[in-house]
DNA sequence: CGGGCCGTTGACACAAATCAATGTCCGTGG
DNA sequence: CCACGGACATTGATTTGTGTCAACGGCCCG
């Protein structure tokens, strides 16, 4: 079976299009940046913490998490990045890596040098100003994530993240149902929300009684406003139904 | 008693030469900023959630927090702004609010218009990508607020934040000591770290173990090692001694 | 002098971690 | 095709950290 695999940033494109204004000229220059593939199996950081990187990672295809630990060694999942997502656009202005970047699943990066990246965010103001913003999204969506693991007990930080991953995938919604694919473990999941592996699972049975499931890499919300509720998920902080008209544009 | 308040933003130029390069113009572009003072008391919003803003809000003096809560009411800070932070320089780009700014002691406002901000980020790119960087490293703190609550018990939760702002307000250690003014209660201690602040109370009864007390809003901390190691610190992420010649500008 | 906020302490309840064992699934190699 | 191994999921028993509730004390400020 032959299949054509897309090698190219039009998913990067269409992110900065849904919250930025970009010129066409600006636009085609997106799409020209050079990128290299690279594939990633999942419990193995292709960025480690520390490494001297020089570019950043564009996820084509996949599930990647940015992690830390604490002194122990429990591992802390600190962003989750899906495909369409730039994992670490902010190195382009402060390459200091602080987090490792580790695929949850198999999946496909493209690596883009800082150089051009660099060069295109300084001749094109609104580009930067494109990526400056993008970087915000992600930086609300972390603030979410310490309410998360601070002020929510585990079903409802689970329920959180199934909600803010729901919204972020675009999933469709039928009848207050939606299902998704999510390539993750409970393992990872854990990570991501603060808890052990074994209490993930005790937790999911309770979602189960707001009748979601998690199972074999799937998602079943039978009813939305049922989890979102115990998550008290609002998807505002996502900013993912902003109209096309709210979007700015400074430059210029 | 006659005091001469400064109103001016060189705490923020300050903050931006540290991590950025700027140009004289640039530099004076800054200072040139049109301001408005506001004072803020204490337990009250002077940015409230889902309010139209019209600026942002430089912390010229005090201590401002980013606030969110969840469904119960529970408080949990996302941020701390010291004198000398911009709290809500994001907002320039993307400007619905999602979270609340409240003083945690009288502080004192510069508020910037976002006309003038964004007239500055637009006319001079390296500007933005000062603003942009700063961001970023907003942004880093946050994530490892998320290590913090996720991954850390209570002892060890507070110990990384005291050693956090340790460093952010620049102390001075002698013979590895550290003190410095921290004008919150155990109220708001307990808030950003995600406990309650009875457990606040012994988990720094804990602390006072390895010769740290929080009294009287003053950290007094004997053996910085032996709190950095309580508290898993690694100061690299904060950026703050970033040597003067590793500061990179793109633009130009 | 009095009131209110904050800090402190104790008894108790509960959520989550820990430890340990078993079950299930899936890919691999014999 | 089946046996095996390994990663992941599941479950129970127990411990531990933190929350909850309640009371009291200190301190500042009006």
């Given at each position: 079976?032959?299949?054509?695999?897309p090698c190219n940033l039009d998913g990067f494109l269409d992110r900065l299009?849904?919250?930025?204004?970009?010129?066409?000229?600006?636009?085609?220059?997106i799409?020209?940046l050079p990128v290299r593939v690279k594939?990633a199996?999942?419990?193995?950081?292709?960025?480690?913490?520390?490494?001297?990187?020089?570019h950043s990672c564009f996820v084509l295809d996949g599930?990647v998490?940015?992690?830390?630990?604490?002194?122990?060694?429990?591992?802390?999942?600190?962003?989750?990045h899906i495909s369409g997502d730039m994992a670490d656009l902010?190195?382009?202005?402060?390459?200091?890596?602080?987090?490792?970047l580790?695929?949850?699943?198999?999946s496909t990066i493209l690596e883009i040098p800082?150089?051009?990246l660099?060069?295109?965010?300084?001749?094109?103001?609104?580009?930067?100003?494109?990526?400056?913003?993008d970087?915000?999204?992600?930086?609300?969506?972390?603030?979410?994530?310490?309410?998360?693991?601070?002020?929510?007990?585990?079903?409802?930080?689970?329920?959180?993240?199934?909600?803010?991953?729901?919204?972020?995938?675009?999933?469709?919604?039928?009848?207050?149902?939606?299902?998704?694919?999510?390539?993750?473990?409970?393992?990872?999941?854990?990570?991501?929300?603060?808890?052990?592996?074994?209490?993930?699972?005790?937790?999911?049975?309770?979602?189960?009684?707001?009748?979601?499931?998690?199972?074999?890499?799937?998602?079943?919300?039978?009813?939305?406003?049922?989890?979102?509720?115990?998550?008290?998920?609002?998807?505002?902080?996502?900013?993912?139904?902003?109209?096309?008209?709210?979007?700015?544009?400074?430059?210029?």
């Amino acid at each position: 079976m032959i299949r054509t695999v897309p090698c190219n940033l039009d998913g990067f494109l269409d992110r900065l299009n849904s919250r930025s204004i970009l010129s066409d000229e600006e636009q085609r220059q997106i799409l020209d940046l050079p990128v290299r593939v690279k594939h990633a199996v999942p419990n193995e950081d292709f960025v480690s913490l520390g490494q001297q990187v020089e570019h950043s990672c564009f996820v084509l295809d996949g599930l990647v998490g940015r992690f830390d630990q604490n002194a122990r060694g429990d591992r802390q999942i600190t962003a989750l990045h899906i495909s369409g997502d730039m994992a670490d656009l902010h190195s382009v202005v402060q390459p200091r890596a602080t987090s490792a970047l580790q695929a949850l699943s198999t999946s496909t990066i493209l690596e883009i040098p800082y150089p051009a990246l660099r060069a295109l965010a300084s001749s094109y103001p609104a580009i930067a100003e494109a990526f400056w913003r993008d970087c915000t999204v992600d930086s609300m969506v972390l603030a979410q994530w310490v309410v998360n693991v601070g002020r929510r007990d585990g079903p409802a930080r689970i329920a959180h993240l199934l909600c803010e991953l729901a919204c972020r995938y675009g999933a469709k919604m039928t009848n207050g149902a939606v299902t998704f694919m999510l390539p993750m473990t409970q393992i990872q999941l854990a990570d991501a929300v603060g808890l052990t592996s074994v209490h993930v699972n005790r937790c999911l049975k309770v979602l189960e009684d707001a009748e979601t499931t998690f199972r074999k890499h799937t998602v079943r919300i039978k009813d939305w406003d049922a989890l979102a509720d115990l998550g008290e998920f609002d998807r505002d902080y996502l900013q993912c139904d902003q109209r096309p008209d709210e979007r700015i544009r400074l430059v210029q």
